[in-house]
């Protein structure tokens, strides 16, 4: 994402919180008010958006002052300081509730990312976030994702020719799939990988014997089908596991052979990490 694309994401958030005015600092704080305040953490984690913070500051009011203790990606442990702002009062609460709604939750992914990449330690299995993401909030999720130890699956629909159940019986079966996918991408001059599900062993025979992919994705797969699957495919092909795994079986398949594994819980099913934003 460029920098235009982000700091207008950034205002269009400015916007939807400030409106008309911040009437609760405009009534009862003076506009030349100056103070400080500091961002504490108050979970133990991964922070993760620390960055973003300084933007939102920046963008609001690029006379403050920041100063700055802690770094995307840190380990984070209850009562730590990550940063302290100063400047205009008014300014500072107004940057308030957004820059705690973005690093409350991007600390929370990082750290839930963390938590699954820990269990593929000493495996060559990636993890993968999915587009799973909150509508407008992507790119923030999928960077937190990546402080947290993760990889990226793919940005959005433009990034990667992906053909899934749906795409595959609309197309007339898996050959038809392939052959129209690979046509496109010549026609079009697109340098995209394409990856297909498989939902059986079978399917997997058949894309094999078919070819013209970059990866094949083994949907809600068993252990055992998993490891048949790797040895079917024997190299020829990125392997990636999916559907429905969880921190408890995630290194089970990870030990099949796999190369990627994804997991949509990583920005859907999180809990945003606690921290609060206190003058001093």
Same mark, same amino acid.
Request: aromatic content about 6%.
């Given at each position: 994402?460029?920098?235009?694309?982000?700091?207008?994401?950034?205002?269009?958030?400015?916007?939807?919180?400030?409106?008309?005015?911040? $009437?609760?600092?405009?009534?009862?704080?003076?506009?030349?008010?100056?103070?400080?305040?500091?961002?504490?953490?108050?979970?133990? %984690?991964?922070?993760?958006?620390?960055?973003?913070?300084?933007?939102?500051?920046?963008?609001?009011?690029?006379?403050?002052?920041?100063?700055?203790?802690?770094?995307?990606?840190?380990?984070? $442990?209850?009562?730590?300081?990550?940063?302290?702002?100063?400047?205009?009062?008014?300014?500072?609460?107004?940057?308030?509730?957004?820059?705690?709604?973005?690093?409350?939750?991007?600390?929370?992914?990082?750290?839930?990312?963390?938590?699954?990449?820990?269990?593929?330690?000493?495996?060559?299995?990636?993890?993968?976030?999915?587009?799973?993401?909150?509508?407008?909030?992507?790119?923030?999720?999928?960077?937190?994702?990546?402080?947290?130890?993760?990889?990226? $699956?793919?940005?959005?629909?433009?990034?990667?020719?992906?053909?899934?159940?749906?795409?595959?019986?609309?197309?007339?079966?898996?050959?038809?799939?392939?052959?129209?996918?690979?046509?496109?991408?010549?026609?079009?001059?697109?340098?995209?990988?394409?990856?297909?599900?498989?939902?059986?062993?079978?399917?997997?025979?058949?894309?094999?014997?078919?070819?013209?992919?970059?990866?094949?994705?083994?949907?809600?797969?068993?252990?055992?089908?998993?490891?048949?699957?790797?040895?079917?495919?024997?190299?020829?092909?990125?392997?990636?596991?999916?559907?429905?795994?969880?921190?408890?079986?995630?290194?089970?398949?990870?030990?099949?052979?796999?190369?990627?594994?994804?997991? %949509?819980?990583?920005?859907?099913?999180?809990?945003?990490?606690?921290?609060?934003?206190?003058?001093?």
């Amino acid at each position: 994402m460029n920098n235009e694309f982000l700091d207008a994401l950034i205002k269009n958030a400015i916007a939807e919180d400030i409106g008309d005015g911040d $009437h609760s600092s405009l009534s009862c704080i003076p506009e030349t008010s100056t103070g400080k305040a500091q961002l504490l953490i108050k979970q133990d %984690g991964i922070l993760a958006g620390i960055e973003i913070a300084k933007k939102v500051f920046n963008i609001i009011d690029d006379s403050l002052s920041f100063e700055q203790f802690l770094f995307d990606g840190n380990e984070i $442990h209850t009562g730590d300081r990550a940063f302290i702002v100063e400047g205009k009062v008014h300014s500072i609460l107004q940057a308030e509730r957004l820059v705690l709604n973005i690093m409350q939750r991007m600390s929370g992914i990082a750290t839930v990312t963390k938590t699954y990449a820990n269990k593929l330690v000493g495996t060559k299995a990636k993890i993968l976030d999915t587009r799973k993401t909150t509508p407008g909030l992507r790119y923030l999720e999928k960077l937190a994702v990546k402080i947290g130890g993760g990889e990226n $699956h793919r940005m959005g629909l433009y990034d990667m020719i992906m053909l899934k159940d749906n795409h595959i019986d609309f197309a007339g079966g898996i050959a038809p799939a392939i052959t129209k996918a690979n046509e496109y991408r010549r026609a079009h001059k697109k340098d995209l990988k394409i990856e297909i599900e498989a939902r059986n062993l079978a399917e997997v025979k058949a894309i094999i014997n078919f070819g013209d992919v970059d990866r094949i994705m083994l949907d809600n797969f068993n252990y055992n089908d998993t490891r048949e699957a790797v040895k079917l495919i024997g190299g020829r092909f990125e392997i990636e596991s999916s559907g429905g795994i969880t921190l408890e079986t995630i290194r089970e398949y990870a030990l099949c052979g796999v190369d990627f594994i994804s997991v %949509g819980a990583l920005t859907h099913q999180i809990k945003s990490l606690d921290m609060s934003l206190k003058a001093i």
